[in-house]
C-alpha cells in the first residue's frame, strides 16, 4: 500500500524523540506491507478501532504511542498519532 | 420493574394523561453513570469529527517526503525535489541567492523568517512544514551555546562594569554577578561534570560579589559616622556662637566647607574627625562632595 500523513501526523512524527520517531515509521511500513499482502484494508480490523463503525484504527508503534490510520483509494492514511488523541484508547476500552 | 421493552430497569416512567412517556426517575448514581457515558461518547464524537475533517481536508503529505525529512533531510530540500524544482529555479522565485539557498538546504545557515516565507510560498507550503526534524543531539548542542554565551556576554558586562568608561554600579555588578554564578552552576549541573574554567569564573563572580558588599558596608559606616561627627562639630559651633543670628551662620556655612569641610574652631580634636580628607585618603574612591565654591551635599563613588 502506499503511505501518506496528514500535516499533523507529520508534525507530530517531527515532534517525537529520535528512537519513537523510528519506531513509528517502521511501524506505519509494516502496517502498509501487511496491508500490500493481505485482502484491502482486512488487517485494519485486528486494530483497535476508535470505536464502533469507526473507520479509524489505533496501530500501537511503542509502549506509549499509537498511530490513528485508516485507508483510502488503497492507500494507509496516517491520521495522528495518539499524543494528540491519546485519551480516547482509554474511552474506547471503556 | 421492566421498561418498554422488556429490559430490567430501576428506572421509573411517568405518563401524561395520554399514556405518553413524560418523565423518567432514575436512582442518583445510574443517573451519574448516564452523564459520564454520555460526556465519553459525546468527546469521541467530536474527534472523529474532528480526524474526519482532516482528512476531508486532504492536506495529505506522501510517505516519500515525510519519510525523508525525517531521516534528516532538510525540509526545503525534499519540498523543493518533490514539486520537480531545479535550485536555481527556487532561489529566483524566492528571491535568494543559490548558494544562500544551498547553504539553507544543508542546514548550514538559517534563513531569516521573510525568507522563509518567500520560499514555502514559492513551494506551495506552510511555513511550519520547512520545519526539519528535531535531532536531540542537536537541540543539546544547541542549548549548550547559548548557555555558554549567555556566560560569556555576563562576564563581558561585568568587565565593561568595573573596566569600562561609563560610571560604576556596585548594584548593577553585583546583579550581573549573581546571574552568572547562576547560570553558570545550572550549566556545569544540567551536565553534572567538571568544569574547572567555569568553576573559577563562579569563584571569581563570588569573590566580586563579598568585595562589593564588604566596600558597601565600609562606606555605609563611613558615612553615618561622618554625618554623626559633623553633628557634633556642627552643634559645638553652634554652642560657641551662642546666639548667633541664623542668617550669620548661613553665610558662615561656604566658608567652611571651602576650609577642608572643617568647622571654624579653636577644637582641633573635633577639627580631626571632621575632616572628610582623612576618609579619601583610606580608600582613594570616597570624595567629600562639593568642589570650590560649592556646597557639600554628601558622598559618592568615583
Known amino acids: 500500500m502506499r503511505i501518506a500523513y496528514s500535516r499533523e501526523a507529520m508534525h507530530a512524527l517531527l515532534a517525537l524523540a529520535a528512537p519513537e520517531r523510528a519506531r513509528a515509521v517502521d511501524a506505519v511500513k509494516l502496517l502498509a506491507e501487511a496491508g500490500a499482502g493481505a485482502k484491502a484494508g482486512a488487517n485494519f480490523n485486528e486494530l483497535l478501532a476508535l470505536a464502533d463503525g469507526s473507520e479509524f484504527r489505533l496501530a500501537p508503534f511503542s509502549a506509549t504511542g499509537d498511530l490513528v490510520v485508516t485507508t483510502a483509494d488503497g492507500t494507509l492514511v496516517v491520521v495522528a498519532l495518539s499524543d494528540v488523541i491519546g485519551s480516547l484508547t482509554e474511552a474506547t476500552e471503556q | 420493574m421492566s421498561d418498554d421493552s422488556g429490559r430490567e430497569t430501576t428506572v421509573q416512567i411517568i405518563r401524561d394523561r395520554a399514556g405518553e412517556p413524560a418523565f423518567a426517575t432514575l436512582p442518583y448514581p445510574e443517573y451519574e453513570e448516564l ?142 554577578a549573581q546571574h552568572l554564578i547562576s547560570e553558570a552552576s545550572s550549566f556545569m549541573a544540567d551536565r553534572g561534570g567538571r568544569f574547572d574554567w567555569l568553576e573559577g569564573i563562579v569563584e571569581k563572580a563570588r569573590r566580586t560579589i563579598e568585595e562589593i558588599n564588604s566596600t558597601e558596608k565600609a562606606i555605609m559606616e563611613t558615612v553615618t559616622g561622618t554625618q554623626s561627627r559633623l553633628s557634633e562639630v556642627f552643634s559645638d559651633s553652634l ?15 561656604p566658608a567652611a566647607a571651602s576650609n577642608g569641610g572643617r568647622a571654624d574652631s579653636a577644637d582641633d580634636g573635633a577639627d580631626a574627625r571632621a575632616d572628610p580628607a582623612g576618609e579619601e585618603g583610606e580608600g582613594g574612591q570616597l570624595k567629600a562632595a562639593g568642589e570650590e565654591g560649592e556646597r557639600p551635599r554628601g558622598w559618592f563613588l568615583r
Open chain 2, 35 to 176: 452523564l459520564n457515558r454520555a460526556r465519553r461518547v459525546s468527546g469521541l464524537d467530536a474527534a472523529i469529527n474532528a480526524i474526519q475533517g482532516e482528512v476531508n481536508r486532504l492536506g495529505l503529505i506522501p510517505s516519500e517526503v515525510v519519510h525523508r525529512i525525517v531521516a534528516g533531510e532538510h525540509p526545503v530540500r525534499v519540498w523543493r525535489l518533490h514539486r520537480g524544482l531545479k535550485a536555481v529555479e527556487l532561489a529566483r522565485e524566492a528571491g535568494i541567492s543559490p548558494g544562500g539557498l544551498a547553504e539553507i538546504e544543508t542546514a548550514k545557515k538559517d534563513a531569516s523568517f521573510d525568507t522563509m516565507v518567500r520560499i514555502a510560498k514559492t513551494l506551495g507550503v506552510k511555513v511550519d512544514d520547512l520545519m526539519p526534524a528535531i535531532d536531540e543531539g542537536v537541540i543539546e548542542e544547541h542549548r549548550r551555546e547559548v548557555q555558554l554565551r549567555d556566560i560569556a556576554r555576563r562576564i563581558s558586562e561585568i568587565d565593561s562594569m568595573i573596566n569600562g568608561s561609563k560610571g560604576f554600579d556596585s548594584g548593577a555588578v553585583r546583579e550581573t
Open chain 2, 239 to 253: 554652642a560657641r556662637a551662642g546666639l548667633f543670628p541664623r542668617d550669620m551662620l548661613a553665610e558662615n556655612k
